[in-house]
């Protein structure tokens, strides 16, 4: 079982970003530009003496569904151990979750020591876990991983795990976790993994245009891409990338998009968030993740805003002079 039609286009997804990918920013893309998969962004499983529905946030079960706006919803766990994990499996599920997918691929391991890409420090434990878990999820069962720990060939050691444990598919950000997001996504590694394993592989890291996402479907063979920091820089790359829109934005195009996409997020996170410093703090976080800021950056006025009423007036402002 998959989130997605087999027999139609490659998917394109909506990557899980933890602080950015809430409900706010899934329902703006939603709504505008549809991407075919959308994710949560990862839900910390409680490692402690904690059961059932207790191990996750009441606000990540509320997120735990199985669509979203019409679009098939994949919700994402990151945890250590098999009990726990088990039991958030089964409380997302009661809450209504249908794909669930584990997080092996988070670099920042302070909090969460042994989670995320912190798993493929201890491939040993693999196959209990996953074999685990895939016993308790009835719908999709997906895994989204690094190319490994610090060695990017450790991913040919895991496919076999993968199979065997029965993962419906694997989303690979084509890094090790060593790496962060150092370097470039390495997407030749991505074209030998969909070799060598007959799972379909979505394609994940630095698909930032039209262009490279159609090369990199094109060049390696995956089932779909899974669109991060690009999709935050330019919402319209799914559009693009299905030939809806121009290939390459205008600076004006560009403008507008973004100024579109904050003012939809501001009303997004006024009924989300609490308080005009809260609001503001979260739209400011969005903006971070948009573009690399410089001395010409457009969003500067808006980054500097005071309030979220001083934020909406530059935001108003962006295609003024356009
Ligand atoms: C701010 C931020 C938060 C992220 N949070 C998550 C997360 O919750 N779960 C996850 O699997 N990956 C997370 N990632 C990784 C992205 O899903 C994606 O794999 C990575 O950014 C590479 O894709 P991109 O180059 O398209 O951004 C996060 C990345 C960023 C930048």
């Given at each position: ?23 706010a ?15 949560t ?33 994949v ?23 249908v ?5 092996m ?35 999709s069962?997906s ?13 040919f050691s ?5 199979e ?9 950000h084509a ?11 390495d997407h030749?590694l ?11 592989v ?12 159609l ?7 995956a ?6 920091r ?7 790359l ?13 600076r004006?195009?560009?403008l507008?998009?973004h ?5 939809q ?7 989300l968030?609490?308080?005009d410093a ?42 003024s002079g356009?």
């Amino acid at each position: 079982m998959l989130p997605w039609d087999p027999a139609g286009p490659p998917p394109l997804m909506l990557a899980p970003m933890q602080g950015v990918t809430n409900r706010a920013v899934r329902k703006v893309f939603a709504q505008w530009v549809r991407p075919d998969v959308l994710f949560t962004e990862f839900m910390r499983v409680r490692p402690g003496p904690q059961a059932g529905r207790e191990r996750l946030s009441d606000g990540d079960l509320d997120d735990a569904k199985a669509t979203e706006h019409g679009i098939p919803l994949v919700v994402q766990l990151i945890g250590r151990d098999l009990a726990p994990l088990v039991e958030a499996a089964h409380a997302v599920q009661g809450a209504g979750a249908v794909h669930v997918n584990l997080n092996m691929g988070c670099p920042y391991g302070r909090m969460n020591v042994g989670c995320g890409g912190g798993m493929l420090e201890r491939p040993e434990q693999l196959p209990t876990i996953l074999a685990g878990l895939r016993a308790v999820i009835a719908g999709s069962f997906s895994v989204k991983v690094r190319a490994g720990a610090s060695d990017p060939e450790q991913i040919f050691s895991l496919l076999p795990v993968f199979e065997d444990a029965g993962v419906d598919f694997l989303v690979l950000h084509a890094r090790t976790v060593a790496q962060r997001y150092d370097g470039a996504a390495d997407h030749r590694l991505t074209a030998r993994v969909v070799q060598h394993t007959r799972l379909p592989v979505i394609a994940n890291g630095d698909l930032d245009t039209a262009e490279v996402g159609l090369r990199v479907l094109d060049e390696t063979g995956a089932a779909g891409l899974m669109l991060g920091r690009g999709a935050m820089k330019d919402p319209l790359l799914f559009e693009r990338l299905r030939g809806r829109a121009p290939a390459v934005p205008s600076r004006e195009e560009r403008l507008r998009a973004h100024q579109r996409y904050l003012q939809q997020l501001a009303q997004g996170y006024g009924a989300l968030f609490h308080g005009d410093a809260q609001v503001l703090a979260k739209l400011k976080s969005s903006l971070a993740v948009m573009e690399v800021p410089d001395d010409s950056w457009p969003l500067k006025a808006v980054a500097k805003a005071r309030s979220v009423r001083d934020f909406c007036t530059a935001v108003d402002a962006l295609t003024s002079g356009a």
